[in-house]
């Protein structure tokens, strides 16, 4: 089984590191605007034929895509918390599992400032 990947903070840590406005990203992978504004909102994920491509321009980028992988541990937190908690709460946590590695850091920090 090939690995799962988390596409919005991929795609969105892609543009954010080359400085590539929505319509180069797909100018570059061959798709429309739409297909990267769905893969960054997370509405849909990249068609198999775009993966290999998508890929590739991540490690181009210089990104480590096994950071991107994933995460078992987070999917059944996630499934919990729209089971159980309130909906402000799912919606933070589904926007932070959206965000780029910057904005996250960013969350992070803002919210440890909170916490003092």
Same mark, same amino acid.
Do not use: C
């Given at each position: 089984?090939?690995?799962r990947y988390n596409?919005?903070?991929? /795609?969105?840590? #892609?543009?954010? &590191?080359?400085?590539?406005?929505?319509? !180069?990203?797909?100018?570059? +992978?061959? /798709?429309?605007?739409?297909?990267?504004?769905?893969?960054?909102?997370? &509405? *849909?994920?990249?068609?198999?034929? =775009?993966i290999p491509a998508? %890929?590739?321009?991540?490690? !181009? =980028?210089? +990104? @480590? #895509?096994? *950071?991107?992988?994933?995460?078992?541990?987070? @999917?059944?937190?996630?499934?919990? %918390?729209?089971?159980?908690?309130? *909906?402000?709460? /799912? $919606?933070?946590?589904?926007?932070?599992?959206?965000?780029?590695? =910057?904005? $996250?850091?960013? +969350?992070? =920090?803002?919210?440890? *400032?909170?916490?003092?």
């Amino acid at each position: 089984m090939s690995p799962r990947y988390n596409w919005p903070a991929m /795609v969105k840590d #892609i543009m954010d &590191t080359a400085f590539l406005p929505q319509v !180069d990203m797909a100018a570059k +992978l061959k /798709v429309s605007q739409q297909s990267v504004s769905n893969w960054l909102n997370g &509405t *849909r994920n990249p068609a198999p034929e =775009t993966i290999p491509a998508l %890929l590739k321009l991540a490690q !181009d =980028t210089g +990104l @480590d #895509i096994g *950071r991107y992988e994933a995460d078992p541990d987070f @999917d059944r937190i996630a499934a919990y %918390l729209k089971k159980n908690k309130s *909906r402000e709460l /799912v $919606r933070i946590f589904d926007l932070y599992s959206k965000m780029g590695k =910057t904005d $996250r850091q960013k +969350l992070i =920090t803002h919210a440890e *400032r909170m916490a003092k």
